[in-house]
């Protein structure tokens, strides 16, 4: 099946599913982050995940990347179970985050903040290569001698994106990745996806702009109280009178 | 092709430490002339002093590697220093009479102290235990082998030769058996014996001080010091790069671990001495004052600052226990003024002057060459 094709999948339908989320659930002492959460991630799609403040989304993507583990329920990514597995194993088999909270290393050149997540998988020759060839992609040339907290917001978002398409993951999870852009700015991280998306990456986006999701075309999970809520094209979703009434909070 | 001595000095230099100019690798190779003819000119006493300050520099570079480069401060690192001198201390005068030397002494100091960290280590950092915790567990794990220690005068608390000796110190179990032996190298007849009180020993560690700086600047600057840095600066984040950070960490504390036995093991052969109240808080305390002061995250502004304080200890312990006091009103002073450091902040001074005069922009040059 074509992946172009997935953002019609139907129920019942066997689609080539990456990452497939099986009743997930975690509780912070009493309170219940995610409640019974299913989702299935398609091999090669934008997956966009929406819902209010408090819906379990950033908790979703700490599941995910196994920065944390969830109370019950599993996960499983590529036909594989890895819902025991260490953060830094599932990096290794090709998940990648970033983070709400940029998290890049400050106090450090961006080029060393590339080094880092570049050197895993590259001799040390090639890394000034590749460092300057992912931040033209990221449309950041020749910021690599510059310290990171001296960077704009912006840029340090698009450095913060570049970091965790720096391994080239199979699976890419991206955590707002428009958070206190401009407009412009927004529409260029919306390029940057695409590109990304069409070498081949499977990218996850978690969102709040209504105008960047419609813009990136793609199949929408809406959560509410810890579970998957309502799911479609963006068109289905905007069109769906409760996600409306969840965001608005009208009755 | 480069000439092989630029490349050793560019695997030297990086931006993970202070000092990548030639400028001031002239400075140092000074300093290190004239701490060479050092005993030609002090008195006997002033050689004794300098060999211990020295050991200490040893063992603050073992802290300033953990916790300024990789964020794991530990309240404990006298207890590495400590085990390694009673490893060393035990083994000595076990084997000093039938081997003749000190060889196997010398390696149980070292590896003692890091089997006790792949343990702790194990514990800590698998069960991914940070900052404060590590901190604390450290400080406590010091003061229990301290308290027990302290308890081992009975004499059936000997190995071999070897009594623990309780508040005594380590001593031989009787009259007869050798006491804490000096450093003995070699093999047979032909061995060098390292009198704590010569010059000899003095040049022993200073050339031990700087072989341990010049391997940890190189390892700083490599692409583990990277990843040290890393994981100083947000190890979860750096975990989800696919670096296993438990490892990371467990090895780092090992290697620390492994320098401070080795300055533990100086110091008991220095002064043919070990005592339980090394295990105490004010050791460990006074460790992290060294390297907060001069500046945790350079190696060598660790040094300037633990000969500087420790010096400085010494001149003031002649008015009884004021030393510590000076030493902690200065901590808070440079916490203050500078909170990385005050050597380390005149350190980036001076190299603002020297990079105004040029020579920086090879440094960037270097570093952008794409070094290991």
């Not at chain 1, 019950?72 to 090709?94: N, P, W």
């Not at chain 2, 430490?17 to 003819?37: E, K, P, Y």
Request: glycine share 10%; charged share 15%; with cysteine.
């Amino acid at each position: 099946m074509q992946a172009s094709t997935l953002e019609r999948v139907v129920p019942g339908v066997v689609a080539d599913v990456i990452l497939d989320v099986r009743n997930v659930t975690k509780h912070y002492g009493g309170i219940r982050a995610l409640d019974g959460l299913s989702l299935q991630v398609v091999r090669s799609e934008i997956h966009c995940v929406l819902g209010p403040n408090g819906a379990g989304k950033s908790t979703f993507f700490k599941m995910l990347m196994g920065t944390e583990r969830p109370t019950s329920g599993s996960i499983h990514y590529d036909g594989r179970d890895v819902t025991r597995l260490q953060a830094f194993e599932r990096a290794r088999l090709g998940l990648s985050v970033k983070f709400q909270n940029l998290r890049t290393f400050g106090d450090l050149t961006v080029f060393q903040n590339l080094f880092i997540p570049l050197r895993r998988t590259c001799g040390p020759s090639e890394i000034p290569d590749r460092v300057s060839e992912i931040l033209r992609q990221v449309r950041l040339p020749g910021v690599e001698n510059r310290l990171v907290r001296h960077l704009s917001h912006g840029q340090q978002q698009w450095l913060a994106i570049a970091m965790s398409v720096a391994s080239r993951p199979r699976l890419l999870l991206l955590d707002e990745p428009t958070a206190g852009l401009s407009a412009e700015e927004t529409e260029r991280t919306a390029e940057i996806i695409h590109e990304v998306n069409s070498e081949g990456m499977t990218v996850v986006v978690i969102e709040h702009d209504m105008g960047f999701i419609r813009s990136l075309k793609a199949r929408t999970s809406v959560l509410h109280y810890g579970r998957l809520f309502a799911q479609g094209s963006f068109d289905e979703i905007a069109a769906n009178e409760h996600v409306r009434q969840i965001y608005l909070g009208t009755e | 092709m480069e000439p092989p001595q630029s490349r050793i000095i560019a695997a030297l230099n990086g931006p993970q430490t202070l000092g990548n100019s030639a400028f001031f690798w002239i400075f140092a190779i000074l300093v290190l002339i004239v701490a060479i003819f050092f005993p030609f000119y002090a008195s006997r006493f002033q050689v004794i002093t300098a060999s211990n300050l020295a050991i200490s520099s040893l063992l603050a570079l073992s802290l300033c590697l953990i916790w300024g480069y990789c964020g794991i401060l530990s309240l404990g690192q006298a207890s590495f220093y400590c085990v390694g001198g009673y490893a060393f201390g035990v083994v000595g005068i076990n084997l000093i009479e039938s081997a003749g030397n000190t060889n196997l002494a010398l390696i149980a100091g070292i590896v003692a102290p890091v089997l006790l960290a792949a343990v702790l280590g194990w514990l800590m950092f698998y069960r991914r235990l940070k900052g404060v915790y590590v901190a604390i567990l450290m400080l406590i794990v010091s003061l229990l082998l301290g308290l027990f220690m302290r308890q081992t005068a009975d004499p059936s608390y000997a190995i071999g030769k070897a009594a623990l000796g309780g508040m005594n110190g380590l001593r031989p179990e009787s009259a007869g058996d050798p006491g804490i032996p000096n450093i003995t190298l070699g093999f047979g007849e032909a061995v060098a014996v390292f009198d704590g009180r010569s010059a000899g020993f003095y040049w022993l560690v200073l050339a031990i001080l700087v072989l341990v700086f010049l391997g940890l600047r190189w390892l700083v600057n490599s692409t583990y010091g990277y990843i040290l840095i890393a994981c100083r600066e947000d190890s979860e984040r750096t975990e989800t790069f696919g670096y296993d950070i438990r490892l990371v960490q467990l090895s780092v504390f090992c290697l620390s671990a492994a320098i401070a036995g080795l300055a533990g093991t100086l110091y008991t052969a220095w002064g043919t001495y070990i005592h339980p109240d090394g295990f105490s808080v004010a050791p460990n305390i006074l460790v992290v004052i060294w390297v907060a002061v001069g500046g945790r995250k350079d190696l060598a502004s660790v040094i300037v600052s633990t000969v500087a304080l420790g010096w400085l200890s010494l001149e003031l312990s002649r008015y009884g226990e004021v030393s510590l006091l000076v030493l902690g009103l200065i901590l808070i002073f440079a916490m203050m003024v500078a909170r990385d450091g005050i050597v380390s902040a005149l350190g980036e001074q001076i190299g603002r002057l020297v990079a105004a005069r040029g020579s920086r922009r090879e440094i960037v040059a270097c570093f952008k060459g794409g070094r290991r």
